[in-house]
């Protein structure tokens, strides 16, 4: 959901000069050092926004700024390899969402759940699912990014952050500039923020949020004071934000009513989500389905295209890429078995159905930029709901195994996208790739424990992760059946599909589209805690203030300075608790 950069930038050259190596020792270990910085810090982001932002471009501004304080000649091919690896760690984090909705039914007590995930449990499953979707997904990089050529927009953002950076003179040098004032200022922001619980109440502590309303506070509804959320809306534009800004309208509208009608016994955010999200689900599940079966001659197309992907020179051996998927496949299979008790052949079909799930998810986000992963989890939970009926740990485990594959495949892809832009080899991105997926599971296996014990994981103030709500509840309903539902949430459920499906329908009409709403703002903006959607909104208005201002200098600095708002909050709210778990930093009481 990032702006959308589909044009490729006229100044690419797209060939690697001769000489130029990728694979060097350097470029290798300032990748695994980003890799471990994105992977420890991008769970917070996913947890809090409910999303992820383009980490791409992120990891190629790290990868400059690692590169270029110890080295005056590097070059783009060999930051590209450490964008690689960066982009690779966030795919593996971001299913943080996965190891959070455990957490949730946990938290449940109708649940009757007590399975928790241990860190070595995650970095194993992780681990394997990763390295498994990365494999699988190589022989699909000729037909989706060569012969079709689709936009993978993120891709292309990444390749032209790489272009400018490795640009000669003040451009560069004032983009790197940009990222690295955001970050100090987005950082120190948010220490100021969390200094009553670091350092007792000072006079200088600024609010988290301003809240908007008689229910504001109590329904997080307000405008967050948050440097992420805001560089997080520069990114993703108006469009998106705006229709997010309307789905988080219903948590203005929606609890007084639940109240007086007596469906939600008290003004409490967590009672009113357990409705509330019932709408959100339906808009963003039928929302993406719609758009999949509206696609259904291009889907066609992508089982079609497989034959003709040839391998080439550069490309990563077809052989390994049999004989890795066939070992990481036995691996899952028996870390499912014996560390998560899943029966073998559940683990198995999760395999098989993970791979029409890629061609779904790859094609759909180079088409429109959204990877469609947690929409399609979701069917996938629907399935495994009959294969295994009554098991919500089942239920979310075999679900997980298709997402986390599924999920891979699109990092990589917009990986060999970026690559294709500017020469790189895609046998080298593949290796990056590689490397990268368990010090990215290894990061988010450490991290998310800390994060759980330091903010919370739900409730009312805690980081709320949407996504994990959506998991724990629809295996929770799954497992009892639509009697579970809160009273008049089913009507909401139906209420949100036909809205989902008439505006996907919309969506698809190109006259029109640029006034639809997008139903997967909708539907975010209903999950995501309002403080956020307002402050994303807020940061698209600025974004297009700046636009319509100063086009050259929004053109040059709006990606490094929304990603150093992004980047510098999330570092320091890892920070925090790894000084606190360290016994440097002692939080109040």
Known sequence: ??????????????????????????????????????????????????????????????????????????????????????????????????????????????????????????????????????????????????????????????????????????????????????????????????????????????????????????????????LLSIGSG???????????????????????????????????????????????????????????????????????????????????????????????????????????GMPVGLTSIAIVLSIPLMLVGIRVLGETNWGPISALTHLMQGVFAAIAPGSMLANLNASGVTGSIASQSEGLMQDYKTGHMIGSTPRNLTYAQLLAVPVGAAAVAFVYPLLRATYGIGGDNGLQSPISQRFAGLARILSEGVSALPTGALQALLIGIAVGVVLSVLEGIPKIRKWVPSPTGIGIGILVPGSAVIAMFFGAVVGEIWRLTGRKSYDARVTPVASGFIAGEAIIAVLIPILVAIGIVHLQP
Not at 50 to 67: K, Q, T
Not at 116 to 121: A, C, N, V
Not at 257 to 270: D, N, S, T
């Open 234 to 340: 520069m990114l993703v534009g108006m469009r998106i934000t705006l229709s997010m800004l309307i789905g988080a309208m219903i948590w203005v509208i929606a609890p007084p009513l639940l109240l007086e009608q007596g469906w939600v016994a008290h003004m409490v955010r967590r009672e009113m989500l357990l409705w509330i999200l019932w709408p959100g689900v339906g808009v963003l599940v039928a929302g993406g389905l719609t758009s999949l079966f509206l696609r259904w001659n291009v889907l066609l197309k992508s089982f079609r295209g497989l034959g003709s992907a040839a391998v080439g020179e550069g490309e990563f051996p077809m052989r390994w890429v049999i004989w890795g998927s066939l070992a990481s496949a036995v691996a899952l299979v028996l870390v499912q078995r014996y560390s998560l």
């Open 1 to 226: 959901m990032t702006a959308d950069r589909s044009n490729p930038p006229a100044h690419a050259e797209p060939i690697l000069p001769a000489g130029a190596k990728e694979l060097t020792f350097r470029s290798l270990l300032v990748a695994m050092v980003v890799a471990a910085v994105i992977g420890g810090s991008y769970p917070y982001v996913v947890l809090k926004l409910g999303f992820g932002p383009n980490i791409s471009v992120v990891s190629a501004f790290f990868g400059y700024l690692a590169l270029g304080i110890a080295f005056r000649n590097f070059h783009r091919w060999e930051n590209n390899i450490v964008q690689t690896a960066g982009t690779s760690a966030g795919q593996t984090a971001f299913l943080c969402t996965l190891i959070a909705a455990f957490d949730f039914l946990r938290q449940d007590p109708k649940a009757n759940f007590t399975f928790e995930l241990q860190p070595h449990q995650a970095f194993l499953w992780l681990t394997c699912s990763g390295l498994l979707g990365v494999l699988l997904s190589v022989p699909m990089r000729r037909h989706f990014v060569v012969e079709e050529d689709l936009t993978f927009a993120d891709g292309v953002a990444a390749a032209e952050t790489l272009i400018v950076l490795d640009s000669k003179g003040e451009e560069s040098k004032g983009a790197a500039r940009a990222m690295a004032l955001g970050g100090i200022l987005s950082g120190l922001l948010f220490t100021i923020r969390e200094d009553a619980r670091l350092l007792g109440k000072v006079w200088f502590r600024v609010t988290e949020m301003i809240p908007f309303g008689a229910n504001g506070a109590r329904m997080n509804v307000g405008l967050s004071l948050s």
